[in-house]
């Protein structure tokens, strides 16, 4: 991916790696220290989990129905950052029920038009590398 038009995918990558790492290490830590048991942890991401499977379904219908996807991914992106801005305020077990369950409905926004989109630019240019990065 040397070519200029692919440095907005690349930066895309590149954040999508680091916040994969915050959400799977830090946020975590940060839930044991606010719920304080693993067992409301483990309710609590659970169900949060069980909601975004269920979105999961209902955004690729919409994705796959919609004509501009770039619109669907802005939509997504935005709703994204203000769930990660709002998990400042997880503060109770129903304050992180509730914003890790929106904050997974919009990955699901975002993460659906974005898998398309990295696709149709791979298959475009025949990248099978992009594929497997």
Same mark, same amino acid.
């Given at each position: 991916?040397?070519?200029? !038009?692919?440095? @907005? +995918?690349?930066?895309?990558?590149? *954040?999508? +790696?680091?916040?994969?790492?915050? *959400?799977?290490? /830090?946020?975590?830590?940060? /839930?044991?220290? =606010?719920?304080? &048991? &693993?067992?409301?942890?483990?309710?609590?991401? &659970?169900?949060?989990?069980? +909601?975004?499977?269920? /979105?999961? %379904?209902?955004?690729?219908?919409?994705?796959?129905?919609?004509? #501009?996807?770039?619109?669907?991914?802005?939509?997504?992106?935005?709703? %994204? $950052? $203000? *769930?990660? =801005?709002?998990?400042?305020?997880?503060?109770?077990?129903?304050?992180?029920?509730?914003?890790?369950?929106?904050?997974?409905?919009?990955?699901?926004?975002?993460?659906? @038009?974005?898998?398309? !989109?990295? %696709? #149709?630019?791979? =298959?475009?240019? #025949?990248?099978?590398?992009?594929?497997?990065?």
């Amino acid at each position: 991916m040397s070519r200029k !038009e692919h440095i @907005p +995918a690349f930066l895309s990558f590149t *954040g999508y +790696a680091v916040e994969s790492i915050i *959400g799977r290490i /830090l946020w975590p830590v940060f /839930l044991i220290i =606010v719920l304080l &048991t &693993t067992e409301e942890v483990g309710l609590i991401v &659970t169900l949060s989990l069980i +909601a975004s499977i269920i /979105l999961f %379904y209902f955004i690729g219908k919409l994705t796959d129905k919609t004509k #501009n996807k770039e619109k669907l991914l802005k939509t997504g992106t935005a709703l %994204y $950052f $203000f *769930g990660w =801005v709002a998990r400042l305020f997880a503060t109770t077990p129903l304050k992180v029920l509730i914003i890790d369950s929106c904050k997974g409905f919009s990955e699901q926004i975002l993460q659906v @038009p974005w898998s398309t !989109e990295s %696709y #149709n630019i791979a =298959v475009k240019d #025949n990248y099978f590398k992009l594929i497997v990065s």
